[in-house]
């Protein structure tokens, strides 16, 4: 057996294979309903997603195939796993089928597109021009922080009271958005290598303090909610500001027609 191939595994593709080991042990806690397991895997799943192209640029790679392996991880990881998530956070089959529940069946429209339109935006990845710094459509890492802020904000501790019912409905609608957006013809600003490594540091800082505040804290729900409400708060942010920001600051020749 020729055993050749191994020695042109980079730095890089090690860190995107680990984002997918990620994003499939994300699948599992869903299957098993470890809502929190999950979302926080996914959240190191984009820390690993924002190591893996700097490691590239950084060390370099032997081989071309690095945007087609990142392209299938983060499939796995902000794609299948998130939708897995809203569909095991909102769909109740004691309601009924999704043919005879609305509410069923919006879980289903909304999971079915998350996974559908991720998918499509990554296999419009590989045709990117790299060089540019900005690019059409909102990011699928973007996308499953989106995802997994407003299930664990407005799912995780729902109950059958009506409010709660009515802000389940209104978060499907949200996500549902939210996966036409990824490939719409909006501009959002691709992070540079000057501020991916600080961000990056940045969010492992801020998720190790959160686990440990988590861990040692008797108030527990109360750490879950401010981290998920300041990650809902910052993807909002980006949602909105993204597209202002490169408005403002580049020209229409310099943003990308895919990702």
């Not at 294979?17 to 470890?34: C, E, L, P, W």
């Not at 005879?100 to 879980?107: E, I, Q, S």
């Not at 790299?130 to 996308?143: R, V, W």
């Amino acid at each position: 057996m020729d055993w050749g191939w191994v020695r042109k595994v980079s730095i890089a593709d090690v860190i995107t294979i680990a984002n997918a080991m990620v994003g499939f042990v994300a699948i599992t806690y869903v299957i098993d309903r470890k809502w929190i397991e999950a979302s926080s895997l996914v959240i190191a799943g984009v820390v690993l997603d924002g190591l893996d192209g700097f490691a590239a640029r950084r060390w370099g790679s032997k081989h071309d195939r690095g945007r087609y392996l990142d392209s299938f991880s983060d499939t796995i990881t902000f794609c299948i796993a998130p939708a897995l998530l809203v569909y095991g956070m909102f769909y109740d089959g004691a309601r009924g089928s999704a043919w005879t529940d609305p509410m069923n069946a919006l879980a289903v429209v909304a999971s079915t597109w998350l996974a559908t339109f991720g998918i499509l935006r990554l296999a419009r990845f590989v045709q990117m021009d790299h060089a540019k710094e900005s690019f059409l459509g909102f990011p699928t890492p973007a996308n499953a922080l989106l995802v997994i802020s407003l299930v664990e904000l407005f799912g995780a501790s729902r109950d059958k009271v009506p409010a709660v019912f009515e802000a389940s409905v209104l978060v499907l609608v949200v996500l549902i958005a939210a996966s036409v957006l990824m490939i719409s013809d909006v501009p959002y600003p691709k992070v540079s290598d000057a501020l991916r490594v600080p961000v990056t540091l940045a969010a492992t800082g801020f998720g190790a303090l959160a686990i440990l505040a988590y861990l040692f804290l008797a108030n527990r729900a109360t750490v879950e909610a401010l981290v998920f409400t300041l990650l809902f708060l910052g993807i909002v942010a980006y949602i909105f500001g993204g597209p202002l920001y490169v408005r403002r600051t580049r020209s229409a020749g310099e943003v990308l027609p895919v990702q």
